[in-house]
Protein backbone atom coordinates (compact mmCIF):
# COMPACT_ATOMS: atom_id res chain seq x y z
CA UNK A 1 0.00 0.00 0.00
CA UNK A 2 1.21 3.39 -0.89
CA UNK A 3 -0.52 5.31 2.50
CA UNK A 4 0.11 8.70 1.70
CA UNK A 5 1.84 10.14 -1.20
CA UNK A 6 3.65 13.96 -1.56
CA UNK A 7 4.87 15.47 -4.52
CA UNK A 8 6.98 16.90 -4.93
CA UNK A 9 9.80 15.88 -2.61
CA UNK A 10 11.83 18.78 -3.01
CA UNK A 11 11.47 22.34 -4.64
CA UNK A 12 13.29 25.58 -4.59
CA UNK A 13 11.75 28.54 -5.22
CA UNK A 14 12.51 32.14 -5.72
CA UNK A 15 10.76 34.70 -3.54
CA UNK A 16 7.55 35.27 -5.02
CA UNK A 17 6.99 33.02 -7.05
CA UNK A 18 4.11 29.97 -6.20
CA UNK A 19 3.74 26.48 -6.38
CA UNK A 20 1.59 23.47 -5.29
CA UNK A 21 1.95 20.65 -2.85
CA UNK A 22 0.08 17.66 -3.97
CA UNK A 23 -0.90 14.95 -1.32
CA UNK A 24 -3.22 11.55 -2.05
CA UNK A 25 -3.73 8.90 0.01
CA UNK A 26 -5.16 5.72 -0.34
CA UNK A 27 -6.85 4.84 3.13
CA UNK A 28 -10.06 5.70 2.54
CA UNK A 29 -9.28 8.35 5.43
CA UNK A 30 -11.75 11.42 5.89
CA UNK A 31 -9.38 14.16 7.54
CA UNK A 32 -6.32 15.36 6.39
CA UNK A 33 -3.97 17.94 7.04
CA UNK A 34 -0.61 19.79 6.10
CA UNK A 35 1.95 20.18 8.81
CA UNK A 36 5.33 22.33 8.63
CA UNK A 37 8.29 21.39 10.30
CA UNK A 38 10.84 23.59 10.87
CA UNK A 39 14.14 23.15 13.40
CA UNK A 40 13.16 23.03 17.19
CA UNK A 41 9.63 23.49 16.74
CA UNK A 42 8.23 19.89 16.12
CA UNK A 43 5.42 20.37 13.45
CA UNK A 44 2.32 22.86 13.41
CA UNK A 45 -0.69 22.78 11.83
CA UNK A 46 -1.19 24.72 8.62
CA UNK A 47 -4.57 23.66 7.48
CA UNK A 48 -6.60 20.71 8.01
CA UNK A 49 -9.93 19.19 6.18
CA UNK A 50 -12.05 17.21 8.13
CA UNK A 51 -13.85 15.91 6.01
CA UNK A 52 -14.22 16.42 2.29
CA UNK A 53 -15.97 19.72 1.67
CA UNK A 54 -14.59 21.04 3.91
CA UNK A 55 -11.15 23.14 5.10
CA UNK A 56 -10.05 25.10 8.48
CA UNK A 57 -7.40 26.90 9.37
CA UNK A 58 -4.73 25.41 11.52
CA UNK A 59 -1.72 27.31 13.36
CA UNK A 60 -0.20 28.98 10.82
CA UNK A 61 -2.43 29.48 7.73
CA UNK A 62 -0.63 32.80 7.03
CA UNK A 63 0.57 32.47 3.38
CA UNK A 64 -0.82 28.83 2.37
CA UNK A 65 -4.38 28.16 0.79
CA UNK A 66 -5.76 24.48 0.45
CA UNK A 67 -7.69 22.65 -1.85
CA UNK A 68 -9.67 19.09 -1.13
CA UNK A 69 -9.85 17.90 -4.18
CA UNK A 70 -11.81 14.60 -3.63
CA UNK A 71 -11.79 12.29 -0.44
CA UNK A 72 -8.53 11.15 -1.40
CA UNK A 73 -6.89 14.08 -2.53
CA UNK A 74 -5.85 17.62 -0.55
CA UNK A 75 -3.09 20.10 -2.15
CA UNK A 76 -1.66 23.06 -0.14
CA UNK A 77 -0.61 26.10 -2.66
CA UNK A 78 1.33 28.66 -1.80
CA UNK A 79 0.64 31.80 -3.98
CA UNK A 80 3.78 34.11 -3.18
CA UNK A 81 6.56 32.29 -2.00
CA UNK A 82 8.75 33.81 0.75
CA UNK A 83 12.22 32.58 2.54
CA UNK A 84 10.62 32.37 5.70
CA UNK A 85 8.11 29.61 4.34
CA UNK A 86 11.26 27.58 3.74
CA UNK A 87 10.66 24.32 5.73
CA UNK A 88 9.26 20.38 5.28
CA UNK A 89 5.81 19.61 4.75
CA UNK A 90 4.45 16.99 6.03
CA UNK A 91 0.86 15.89 4.98
CA UNK A 92 -1.10 13.08 7.00
CA UNK A 93 -4.50 11.24 7.43
CA UNK A 94 -6.79 9.88 9.79
CA UNK A 95 -10.36 8.70 10.52
CA UNK A 96 -10.35 11.13 12.97
CA UNK A 97 -12.94 9.05 14.78
CA UNK A 98 -13.22 9.67 18.97
CA UNK A 99 -11.29 6.15 18.93
CA UNK A 100 -7.77 6.88 16.81
CA UNK A 101 -6.82 10.31 16.18
CA UNK A 102 -3.73 8.32 14.94
CA UNK A 103 -1.93 10.37 11.95
CA UNK A 104 -0.62 8.33 9.10
CA UNK A 105 2.16 10.23 7.03
CA UNK A 106 3.66 10.63 3.69
CA UNK A 107 7.68 11.36 3.09
CA UNK A 108 7.73 14.88 3.18
CA UNK A 109 8.20 17.49 1.24
CA UNK A 110 11.51 19.87 1.33
CA UNK A 111 11.02 23.60 -0.02
CA UNK A 112 13.32 25.94 -0.35
CA UNK A 113 12.56 29.54 -0.74
CA UNK A 114 15.47 31.98 -1.87
CA UNK B 1 -4.46 26.17 24.72
CA UNK B 2 -3.10 23.03 24.83
CA UNK B 3 0.84 22.59 24.03
CA UNK B 4 3.46 19.76 24.66
CA UNK B 5 6.66 20.27 26.52
CA UNK B 6 9.77 17.99 25.44
CA UNK B 7 12.11 19.10 28.09
CA UNK B 8 15.42 17.81 26.09
CA UNK B 9 16.63 18.13 22.72
CA UNK B 10 18.48 15.57 22.59
CA UNK B 11 19.81 12.68 24.89
CA UNK B 12 22.52 10.07 24.00
CA UNK B 13 22.66 7.32 25.26
CA UNK B 14 24.61 3.77 24.91
CA UNK B 15 23.31 0.81 22.99
CA UNK B 16 22.20 -1.60 25.23
CA UNK B 17 20.81 0.82 27.96
CA UNK B 18 17.67 2.08 29.16
CA UNK B 19 15.85 5.12 27.61
CA UNK B 20 13.72 7.67 28.87
CA UNK B 21 12.06 10.61 27.20
CA UNK B 22 10.10 13.19 28.81
CA UNK B 23 7.03 14.32 28.18
CA UNK B 24 4.49 17.04 29.42
CA UNK B 25 1.22 18.17 28.42
CA UNK B 26 -1.48 20.98 29.40
CA UNK B 27 -4.83 20.44 28.72
CA UNK B 28 -7.78 20.68 29.88
CA UNK B 29 -9.78 17.45 29.93
CA UNK B 30 -8.33 13.97 30.02
CA UNK B 31 -6.10 13.76 26.85
CA UNK B 32 -5.65 11.25 23.98
CA UNK B 33 -1.64 11.02 24.08
CA UNK B 34 0.76 9.66 21.51
CA UNK B 35 4.38 8.83 20.87
CA UNK B 36 5.92 9.35 17.30
CA UNK B 37 9.06 8.49 15.78
CA UNK B 38 11.04 9.74 12.66
CA UNK B 39 14.06 8.39 11.26
CA UNK B 40 15.78 10.74 9.26
CA UNK B 41 14.77 12.07 5.80
CA UNK B 42 11.33 10.26 6.85
CA UNK B 43 7.34 11.04 7.98
CA UNK B 44 6.41 9.96 11.58
CA UNK B 45 5.53 6.92 12.45
CA UNK B 46 3.21 5.97 15.49
CA UNK B 47 4.66 4.50 18.21
CA UNK B 48 1.72 4.15 20.90
CA UNK B 49 -0.90 5.88 21.83
CA UNK B 50 -3.18 6.54 25.14
CA UNK B 51 -7.13 6.75 25.40
CA UNK B 52 -7.73 5.61 28.44
CA UNK B 53 -7.81 2.59 30.75
CA UNK B 54 -4.40 1.00 31.87
CA UNK B 55 -1.98 4.25 32.23
CA UNK B 56 1.03 1.78 30.93
CA UNK B 57 0.72 1.54 26.94
CA UNK B 58 2.90 -0.90 25.15
CA UNK B 59 4.04 -0.13 21.37
CA UNK B 60 6.04 -0.92 18.98
CA UNK B 61 9.76 -1.56 18.71
CA UNK B 62 9.47 -2.62 22.42
CA UNK B 63 8.44 1.28 23.63
CA UNK B 64 6.30 1.98 26.69
CA UNK B 65 4.87 4.90 27.72
CA UNK B 66 3.17 5.37 31.15
CA UNK B 67 0.63 8.00 31.69
CA UNK B 68 0.49 9.90 35.07
CA UNK B 69 -2.58 12.88 35.01
CA UNK B 70 -1.13 13.84 38.27
CA UNK B 71 2.19 14.82 36.93
CA UNK B 72 0.76 15.77 33.33
CA UNK B 73 3.31 13.26 32.11
CA UNK B 74 3.06 10.94 29.20
CA UNK B 75 7.20 9.53 29.47
CA UNK B 76 8.46 7.45 26.55
CA UNK B 77 10.75 4.18 28.08
CA UNK B 78 12.55 1.34 26.22
CA UNK B 79 14.49 -1.14 28.58
CA UNK B 80 17.36 -1.44 26.32
CA UNK B 81 18.10 0.52 23.49
CA UNK B 82 19.64 -0.54 19.89
CA UNK B 83 21.12 1.34 17.84
CA UNK B 84 18.30 1.34 15.19
CA UNK B 85 16.53 3.46 17.92
CA UNK B 86 18.38 6.79 16.64
CA UNK B 87 15.76 9.03 15.69
CA UNK B 88 13.83 11.81 16.74
CA UNK B 89 10.75 10.91 18.90
CA UNK B 90 7.92 13.51 18.99
CA UNK B 91 4.98 13.80 21.50
CA UNK B 92 1.75 14.90 20.56
CA UNK B 93 -1.52 15.30 22.40
CA UNK B 94 -4.89 15.20 20.09
CA UNK B 95 -7.17 18.02 20.59
CA UNK B 96 -11.13 17.00 21.45
CA UNK B 97 -12.63 15.96 18.36
CA UNK B 98 -9.43 14.51 17.05
CA UNK B 99 -9.17 16.76 14.19
CA UNK B 100 -6.13 18.80 15.62
CA UNK B 101 -2.83 17.12 16.75
CA UNK B 102 -0.52 19.17 18.57
CA UNK B 103 3.40 17.82 18.46
CA UNK B 104 5.89 18.61 21.01
CA UNK B 105 9.35 20.07 19.84
CA UNK B 106 11.05 16.82 19.34
CA UNK B 107 13.83 14.91 21.23
CA UNK B 108 16.91 13.54 18.72
CA UNK B 109 18.10 10.47 20.81
CA UNK B 110 21.94 9.67 19.57
CA UNK B 111 22.61 5.70 20.42
CA UNK B 112 26.99 5.62 20.72
CA UNK B 113 28.14 2.12 20.57
Known amino acids: NAGVTQTPKFQVLKTGQSMTLQCAQD?????MYWYRQDPGMGLRLIYYSASEGTTDKGEVPNGYNVSRLNKREFSLRLESAAPSQTSVYFCASSEASMNTGELFFGEGSRLTVL | AQSVTQPDIHITVSEGASLELRCNYS??????LFWYVQSPGQGLQLLLK??????LVQGIKGFEAEFKRSQSSFNLRKPSVHWSDAAEYFCAVVHTGGFKTIFGAGTRLFVKA
Open chain 2, 27 to 32: YGATPY
Open chain 2, 50 to 55: YFSGDT
Open chain 1, 27 to 31: MNHNS
